[in-house]
């Protein structure tokens, strides 16, 4: 069977167990689309996931602004589909999703009729599922557009920026971390387009400093900054990370942020990744003011709980702070994690007080 059709999966002894798409060249070689062998797969069922996924979202986030297919959790496999508004950023990841595209594109026309989808197939994983990565405009002008998140404006490029151009998945965390800032100097490392530093400015922190090594990423958050009216409290510094945190040491913040990259994109780079957690957490804990917050998270869907409080843990001997672990939490609700699936609740993040 060529990589992408549609089979029904049968346990060893002959009973159907669903309708899956297949991928020989996959570790992943089937993933199930439903457990009726004799479902058609046609934009109405992809149209009913739609749906259902869009209802959900629509009472958890309230606005138009979020992820509304995470995978498997909502029953779509190798797809992510993150909604501004009128405009859908579609990543489709596996060979099985690549050959119902075009249905995909037809259910997202009649459950949503966005102005704009684009189709920003670049996820190394493509290759993994012999897929070219690519992004294609499928429908209406890519580029720049506002998006609304806890209250606050923001810019996202839907073409060129990093992933889909937002990262939802930090929402509820940036809620909870500007609910902290307020009067504090802010230090937002790996900040991206401001979600958290813009957020805590606005809920009134004294001062906020946004470190990334992106210009384009530093320069929507500038634009969020002032359509916000703090771009007199935000600042910003292209730096590599690492070196800002050096160069940083005997400075004091009252929040200090550290939102990194996946450190660990394969099993093979588990131990040294890991290591990347302690250090970042070594440099990052004596910029803390005493009594005041630090908020660090993780991506790599490899490090699990256990590990980050660990690497973390350490992070905070070697800089020779201590303090409490206020909050354990992950991704924002519109990131739901399939039960079967429990590796794919990727995102850990930890607040402490330090002291
Ligand atoms: N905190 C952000 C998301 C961070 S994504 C938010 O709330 O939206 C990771 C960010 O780290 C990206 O913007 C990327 O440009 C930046 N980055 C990656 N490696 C970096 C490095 N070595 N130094 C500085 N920034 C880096």
Redesign the pocket.
């Known amino acids: 069977m060529p990589p992408g059709s549609l089979a029904i999966l049968r346990a060893p002894a002959g009973e159907a167990l669903g309708l899956v798409t297949f991928n020989p060249h996959s570790l992943i070689a089937a993933r199930l689309l439903t457990s009726n062998p004799e479902a058609t797969v046609d934009a109405l069922f992809l149209g009913r996931r739609l749906a259902q996924a869009a209802s959900l979202r629509d009472r958890l986030v309230g606005v138009p602004f979020y992820r509304l297919i995470h995978a498997e959790a909502d029953g779509l496999p190798g797809v992510i589909v993150d909604r501004f508004g009128d405009a859908l950023v579609v990543q489709v990841n596996t060979a099985g999703m690549e050959q119902l595209t075009p249905v995909l594109l037809e259910a997202l026309e009649a459950e949503l009729s966005p102005k704009t989808i684009v189709l920003k197939n670049d996820a190394p994983v493509r290759e993994l599922e012999g897929l070219k990565r690519e992004t294609v405009v499928a429908k209406g002008e890519a580029g720049p557009v506002e998006l609304i998140e806890n209250g606050a404006r923001f810019v996202a490029d839907l073409s060129s920026g990093?992933k889909t151009g937002w990262?939802y998945d930090?929402r509820d965390n940036?809620r909870f971390m500007a609910g902290l800032a307020k009067d504090a100097r802010v230090l937002d490392v790996?900040?991206?387009?401001g979600?958290?530093g813009v957020l805590a400015a606005r809920q009134g922190a004294k001062s906020v400093v946004c470190?990334?090594?992106?210009q384009p990423?530093l320069d929507a958050a500038r634009e969020a900054a002032s359509l916000n009216g703090v771009d007199r409290i935000v600042s910003f510094e292209k730096?590599?990370?690492?070196d800002a945190l050096e160069k940083s040491a005997g400075q004091r913040f009252d929040v200090v942020i550290c939102?990194?990259?996946a450190f660990v994109k394969s099993r093979k780079d588990l131990k040294t990744g890991a290591q990347g957690y302690r250090k970042l957490v070594r440099l990052a804990a004596p910029l803390v003011e005493k009594g005041g917050f630090f908020f660090v998270a993780s991506c790599s869907h490899l490090v699990d709980v256990p590990l980050f409080a660990e690497q973390v843990r350490r992070g905070l001997r070697d800089a020779g702070r201590s303090g409490r672990i206020l909050l354990s939490s992950g991704a924002a609700l519109d990131h739901p994690v399939h039960p079967g699936l429990p590796e794919t609740a990727y995102l850990k993040a930890m607040t402490l007080q330090l002291d």
């Open positions: 990093q990262f930090q940036r790996f900040s991206y387009s979600g958290f470190v990334d090594r992106s990423a730096s590599e990370a690492f939102d990194p990259p």
